[in-house]
């Protein structure tokens, strides 16, 4: 009986460091439903969204469109995930947020499958984002929440919905972060 907790105690202490140590280590489905290897991103930098398309917040797709632009050719990508979990302000299906992205905000960065950020069903990604593991853990606190993630596909920084994408502060980190090699 001893060995066998002594086991599972063991077991305990080693399972953390089994999950995804980068956001490189997930595999997410985009907008499409195609599963896509997050390590396709490896050596860009990201800024990760969960974006809602009825929220206060939605008209922030202009920002992080134009941020997209400025900053893609230095090697910056958006990632987009819809959410329903803040005040059921995504209700859509896949196709009519992709729609509804294109036409209305004209989006070319790359969005993915509504997933859960928070709760027992929290997508792997935002375990590795915001978990125990993360140097900048807690739930998300509402639509469009962003997160600054390093070349080497690390957390850098966490903003809250309130940080325009194009505002001074997420600038000043994007272009740190891009200067970094």
């Not at 987009?80 to 803040?86: L, V």
């Not at 957390?155 to 200067?179: H, K, Q, W």
């Given at each position: ?83 329903n ?6 209700p ?53 929440g ?36």
């Amino acid at each position: 009986m001893k060995r066998l907790l002594l086991l599972v105690a063991s077991l305990a202490l080693v399972m953390p460091s089994l999950s995804a140590a980068s956001v490189h280590d997930i595999t997410v489905n985009d907008i499409d439903g195609k599963a896509v290897k997050l390590d396709a991103y490896r050596g860009k930098v990201l800024l990760i969204v969960n974006v809602a398309s009825e929220c206060g917040y939605t008209p922030q797709y202009t920002g992080l469109q134009r941020v997209f632009e400025k900053y893609q050719a230095k090697g910056l990508t958006v990632l987009g995930f819809p959410c329903n979990q803040f005040g059921g302000q995504e209700p859509g299906s896949n196709a009519e947020i992709k729609q509804f992205c294109s036409t209305t905000f004209r989006v070319t960065f790359p969005l993915f499958d509504k997933i859960d950020v928070n709760g027992s069903k929290r997508h792997p990604l935002y375990v590795v984002l915001a978990g125990k593991g993360s140097p900048v853990p807690g739930d998300i606190k509402w639509n469009f929440g962003k997160f600054l993630v390093g070349r080497d596909g690390q957390v850098i920084a966490r903003y809250d919905s309130g940080v325009e994408p194009d505002s001074a502060e997420l600038t000043r980190a994007i272009e740190t972060a891009l200067a970094a090699k």
